[in-house]
């Protein structure tokens, strides 16, 4: 199963794809023009960079690996960089809904005596199509939990030997399909070494799994806003005030400091403006996000005006207040 880290240099995928060929109803071409078919293909190569990696890898890449890739597949090739959280659907098609990304460095071949293997903790999440679904390993904290999404919990034994106890967390309000996925990926991972259980939500064990996790927390109880948020660019670049909406799967990294973006969760807008905005980009976003809210007065919508702090602003924005 393909597994990728937040702090991976390179993470190549090569595919080949064939742009024809015969259906399974049509008869058995004569062996000219198997050949033709075969010699009409293209390779992509995708680069995916890490969010924590930074650009030594990539540079290695085109001076390398790339120089090599086209020496075999010519003008067939084409490379795509991919960075983390902004992959395309068709990049994510390749993985079957089984996009792992662990926090941090490729996995130790070795660890020192007696010391202890990590608990770690995984959720299953989806921005505005399946295809998008990805496993992302995430801080251990019952607070991060939340009724509308799956949870992977490794929690290893006080042994040396790799073993443990692998727990899947279905939230109360969390998609079936996406909980059969979470299933099959925690057996994918730990199903050699460590037991799997299947809890739901306020069904869990008094003991092993609230002090694997560190303790019982409040938590989220719903994520609506995954079902409503849109989020717009408002910019001048092309000489002439544009407003523009950025795919469903967005996330904070789609946030450029010389534009002003509206975030629009279904219940709240908000007008978020960069570091590096034009004030005629601010008074025309300004004026756009207030047709936003106009249209939707019905819902009574709020208008926020958020500006970039250094560390830069999360999305705790969307949730409902």
Same mark, same amino acid.
């Given at each position: 199963?393909?597994?990728?880290?937040?702090?991976?240099?390179?993470?190549?995928?090569?595919?080949?794809?064939?742009?024809?060929?015969?259906?399974?109803?049509?008869?058995?071409?004569?062996?000219?023009?198997?050949?033709?078919?075969?010699?009409?293909?293209?390779?992509?190569?995708?680069?995916?960079?890490?969010?924590?990696?930074?650009?030594?890898?990539?540079?290695?890449?085109?001076?390398?690996?790339?120089?090599?890739?086209?020496?075999?597949?010519?003008?067939?090739?084409?490379?795509?960089?991919?960075?983390?959280?902004?992959?395309?659907?068709?990049?994510?098609?390749?993985?079957?809904?089984? $996009?792992? +990304?662990?926090? #941090?460095? %490729? /996995?130790?071949?070795?660890?020192? &005596?007696?010391?202890?293997?990590?608990?770690? *903790? =995984?959720?299953?999440?989806?921005?505005?199509?399946?295809?998008?679904?990805?496993?992302?390993?995430?801080?251990?904290?019952?607070?991060?939990?939340?009724?509308?999404?799956?949870?992977?919990?490794?929690?290893?034994?006080?042994?040396?030997?790799?073993?443990?106890?692998?727990?899947?967390?279905?939230?109360?309000?969390?998609?079936?399909?996406?909980?059969?996925?979470?299933?099959?990926?925690?057996?994918?991972?730990?199903?050699?070494?460590?037991?799997?259980?299947?809890?739901?939500?306020?069904?869990?064990?008094?003991?092993? $799994?609230? +002090?694997?996790? #560190?303790? %019982? /927390?409040?938590?989220?109880?719903? &994520?609506?806003?995954?079902?409503?948020?849109? *989020? =717009?660019?408002?910019?001048?670049?092309?000489?002439?005030?544009?407003?523009?909406?950025?795919?469903?799967?967005?996330?904070?990294?789609?946030?450029?400091?010389?534009?002003?973006?509206?975030?629009?969760?279904?219940?709240?807008?908000?007008?978020?403006?960069?570091?590096?905005?034009?004030?005629?980009?601010?008074?025309?976003?300004?004026?756009?996000?207030?047709?936003?809210?106009?249209?939707?007065?019905?819902?009574?919508?709020?208008?926020?005006?958020?500006?970039?702090?250094?560390?830069?602003?999360?999305?705790?924005?969307?949730?409902?207040?």
């Amino acid at each position: 199963m393909p597994e990728c880290d937040s702090r991976a240099k390179l993470s190549a995928v090569v595919t080949r794809l064939f742009s024809g060929g015969a259906d399974a109803g049509d008869s058995v071409q004569e062996d000219d023009d198997e050949v033709a078919v075969e010699d009409d293909y293209r390779c992509i190569a995708y680069f995916w960079q890490g969010r924590d990696a930074g650009n030594m890898g990539w540079l290695t890449f085109t001076f390398s690996l790339q120089k090599r890739f086209e020496s075999m597949f010519g003008d067939k090739l084409e490379v795509v960089r991919m960075h983390q959280q902004q992959e395309n659907l068709k990049f994510l098609s390749h993985f079957e809904q089984k $996009f792992i +990304i662990h926090q #941090g460095r %490729r /996995k130790q071949t070795s660890r020192e &005596a007696g010391e202890k293997q990590p608990v770690e *903790l =995984f959720q299953l999440r989806a921005n505005g199509s399946p295809l998008a679904l990805r496993c992302v390993q995430i801080a251990v904290d019952a607070a991060n939990l939340n009724s509308e999404f799956c949870f992977i919990l490794k929690v290893p034994f006080d042994s040396e030997d790799n073993q443990g106890i692998v727990y899947v967390w279905l939230g109360k309000r969390s998609n079936a399909s996406e909980a059969r996925i979470a299933e099959d990926i925690a057996e994918k991972m730990y199903g050699q070494t460590h037991s799997i259980q299947i809890i739901n939500e306020d069904e869990e064990p008094n003991n092993f $799994f609230w +002090i694997g996790i #560190g303790g %019982r /927390k409040k938590h989220d109880l719903h &994520a609506e806003y995954m079902r409503y948020a849109r *989020l =717009f660019r408002c910019s001048n670049e092309k000489g002439y005030f544009t407003v523009s909406e950025k795919c469903t799967d967005f996330c904070q990294d789609d946030l450029a400091d010389d534009d002003v973006m509206i975030l629009d969760n279904g219940d709240q807008v908000y007008l978020w403006i960069g570091k590096k905005t034009s004030d005629v980009e601010i008074k025309l976003a300004f004026k756009s996000a207030q047709v936003e809210s106009h249209v939707h007065t019905v819902y009574n919508y709020a208008m926020h005006v958020l500006l970039q702090c250094c560390d830069g602003v999360g999305w705790a924005v969307c949730s409902r207040t």
